[in-house]
């Protein structure tokens, strides 16, 4: 959640959240956007630093906020924000930005991590544009900080907070099912298991996440999942509804 901010100097992340009435219960990290430019995480939200003038943003990120997907969106943002055109302040932003995207959406490679610890910190010290060198420093302080979260979408096409959308999964719950077949109709992809009368189940290998079930159900039996998924049966079983 983005807070707005206006304060600049020595203080803490502490103070800046209170300032802005943000809830603190359960945060794992913040980012103090350009040109402060940084992530926060919770352990140091009481250790003093120096927000830069013209810092205007203050985001929260939770447990169930994925980092990857954080750094993804940052490096984005700070692209947008400048319109440099030299080679490492552009260029190099925009082949962040791809590997990062394609790292959230089950693409990623175990060779792209380091292939950012090499072109991060050049970036770091030989963009023109003070974005870019953000842009460069941010994503070695995010791979440092989280990168328990970061590297299992290069490493393994996993998503350990479940956060990204592509690696969120579509279950349909026993309570709620029908046997309408009415999602089962909706699946282009023959990722759902079902007849009348029977809880439908979803494939998970075969389904696309593109999300045709969750629209079709009509009694919001199906359901899309982070982390924690609900409890479902292996193959159709009888319908418990009356």
């Known amino acids: 959640m983005d807070y707005t901010i206006n304060q600049a100097g020595a203080t803490s992340v502490s103070a800046l959240l209170s300032a802005s009435g943000a809830a603190t219960e359960g945060l794992k990290a913040v980012w103090l956007s350009y040109p ?8 140091r939200f009481d250790e003093e630093l120096e927000v830069a003038e013209g810092t205007s943003c203050l985001r ?19 692209r947008m924000a400048t319109e440099c055109t030299c080679t490492f302040g552009h260029e190099g932003g ?32 030989q963009a023109i544009c003070d974005e870019g060198k953000a842009i460069g420093r941010v994503a070695l302080q995010a791979l440092d900080l989280f990168g328990d979260e970061i590297e299992p979408h290069f490493t393994k096409k996993q998503c350990p ?22 999602c089962l109709k909706a699946c282009d992809d023959d990722a759902i298991l079902g007849k009348a009368k029977f809880v439908h189940v979803i494939n998970q290998r075969k389904c696309t996440q593109c999300g045709a079930c969750l629209e079709a159900c009509p009694e919001g039996a199906v359901v899309r ?10 193959k159709p079983i009888p319908v418990r509804r009356k």
């Open 60 to 78: 929260t990120y939770d447990e169930g906020d994925c980092m990857c997907d954080a750094l993804y969106r940052v490096v984005g943002e700070l």
């Open 94 to 125: 925009y082949q962040l930005h791809t590997i990062l995207g394609d790292a959230c959406n089950k693409k990623g490679k175990p060779s792209d991590i380091a292939l950012i610890r090499d072109l991060a910190p050049v970036m770091a010290s």
């Open 36 to 43: 402060t430019a940084t992530f926060v995480p919770a352990a």
């Open 161 to 182: 907070t479940c956060g990204c959308d592509a690696f969120k999964t579509f279950h349909v719950l026993v309570s709620k099912c029908t046997g309408c077949g009415k």
């Open 225 to 234: 999942a982070g982390a924690k998924k609900p409890k479902t049966p292996p």
